[in-house]
């Protein structure tokens, strides 16, 4: 199946000039004009594309729906997606739900509608019952990130319980057995997987899990991190690390810290989840979980627009590795008087 890229590798010029030829939005010179046009005869690249989606009664594009548009984790995986359609001739409606399951299902139906070619679909919650009834309409769709058990459509997401692990075993191997955590909604699979990742590296270390550790009402904002290590810190006895479920709650974990002179990583370490940009230039540098924010958007594009030309395959559950990402947030724990805190 051609791709534009294929058309300007032929036609020797770059993406963003065939983009400019086939949509005759911008002054092209004549002969690179002709150069790209005759690429697109050669490899029919208007009939692989336009044509086949034309005879199906589709458009070339694609919705991408997405629970929280000032989350840079979500905007790394919408240019994952872009990147995809603007290669292979598609483009992108993008929607933000602000994590309400109700305005989710909203755009569903009016993007189909409205005769989009397919949805890439971050879930903010449980739509199982929505989903069901546009799959078993045939409308393509493909979850990323969140996945939701017993729905039949192909998902790509990332190794949350292998992250969830490695987070702790981390902090266990700088000593630490007071560990804290500031979890993210508990209705969200990527949730309950990384928390079941915890429990399993507490559990391999003989560490139990203790209650009043846990900060419950994290829901992935930066404010929520921040209420969270403030509720932590006032336990009697407070915890010498904390994992933030993700990266956005442990920086906001690092502003309390900041403000309430808390030296990090000497006083106390913090791991986040994620590592989005922000994470590497913050000061401290936060230590992370990294997860492939850029793939996931990447391949979901691929998996849908493959549907959608009708290059059929089996239901895809595509998981991605997570790994360590050693910053300057964590730090060995200091014996106090000979022994551990």
Known sequence: MSTIKDVADRANVSIATVSRVLNNNRYVSPDL???????????????????RNLRRNQSVTLGVIIPDATNPFFAEVTRGVEDVCFERGFIVILCNTSEDTHRAASYLSTLYQHRVAGIVLVTPGDLR????????KGDPLVLVDRPLPDVPADMVTSDNYGGGYQAIHHLVELGHRRIGLITGGHHLQTTKERYAGVQAALKAAAIPLE?????EQGDYMARSGYEGLAALMQVPHPPTAVFAFNDLMALGALSYAYDHHIHIPDDLSIIGFDDIQASEFFVPALTTIAQPR???????????IDRILGNDHALTNERLPTYLVKRKTTAALVPVNGAHA
């Not at 019952?129 to 078993?136: F, K, V, W």
């Open 33 to 51: 004009r002709e150069r790209v046009q005759q690429a697109i005869r050669d490899l029919k690249y208007e009939q692989n594309v336009m044509a």
């Open 129 to 136: 019952e929505e989903l069901r009834y546009h799959i078993d």
């Open 211 to 215: 209650p009043g550790l846990v900060y």
């Open 294 to 304: 850029y793939e996931l958007g990447r391949i979901a594009a691929e998996l849908l």
